[in-house]
């Protein structure tokens, strides 16, 4: 070992930095956190059940998170300059642009129009097939659409259209209420969307890792509703 030589260190901040309070070793990076405070630990806790609590007296789920974390920040578990740098900007502006292009397909028709034609295009199919143009067009509109948003606009189409085709009606729904949580090749669903930024992925990573288990999701889901509901 030779002055001016250089060492790559793994390991928590604290460890690093203590190395570097001696005489023998500079630290050249900057933490990137103060390391966790496990004093603050319970209160942090008792603002998150808090918040979760509340969501069970009717209050939406968002503004009872949102109370747990503003008065985690009153009570001192972080700075509001920490919560400011701790918000995926970019997760926000994705979903905030597909909730109006979800409400602008709902309300134009746009996506009814869609499922209508399929539909059409499927009815005189095997059964089978019938049952996974449902499942693709959950799948679909679950994409750029909340999954509440693509079952109440399926499911009463799926309903009507069930008795005409020699078909449950019940596995129809259940089917439509399956698939609208099949969101796996994009980061368009909430869920997708907060890992994106601190994992480093992007769109193309979402189709290769989701592609297949999209696929394997409907053709399950369509073959055990068809064998429960069809045969």
């Known amino acids: 070992m030779n002055p001016g030589d ?23 990076s900057t ?26 007296t009717g209050i939406p789920i968002s503004l009872g998170l949102l109370t747990g974390a503003i008065v985690m920040i009153l009570g001192r578990v972080l700075t509001i300059d920490e919560a400011y740098r701790a918000i995926d900007w970019r997760t926000v502006f994705l979903l905030a642009g597909l909730i109006p292009l979800g409400i602008a397909m709902d309300q134009t028709g746009t996506a009814a129009f869609l499922a209508d034609g399929m539909m059409s295009l499927l009815a005189t199919t095997h059964p089978f097939l019938i049952l996974l143009g449902i499942a693709v067009l959950a799948t679909f509109f679950s994409l750029f659409m909340s999954n509440v948003a693509a079952t109440v606009l399926l499911v009463p189409l799926a309903i009507i259209i069930g008795p005409s085709v020699g ?50 999701f409907l053709f399950i889901s369509t073959g055990l509703v068809y064998i429960l509901f069809a045969l």
């Open 6 to 28: 250089t060492f790559v260190v793994f390991g928590p901040w604290e460890m690093i930095n203590h190395i570097g309070q001696g005489p023998e070793f500079v630290v050249s």
């Open 167 to 216: 078909l449950d009606p019940r596995g129809l729904a259940l089917l439509v209420a399956v698939c609208a949580s099949n969101s796996f090749i994009l980061p368009t669903h909430q869920v997708n969307a907060f890992l994106m930024t601190p994992g480093g992925y992007r769109s193309a990573d979402y189709l290769r890792a989701g592609g297949g288990m999209t696929i394997l």
């Open 31 to 56: 933490p990137k956190d103060k390391g966790v405070d496990s004093a603050k630990g319970p209160f942090a806790l008792l603002c998150l059940a808090g918040g979760i609590a509340l969501t069970f």
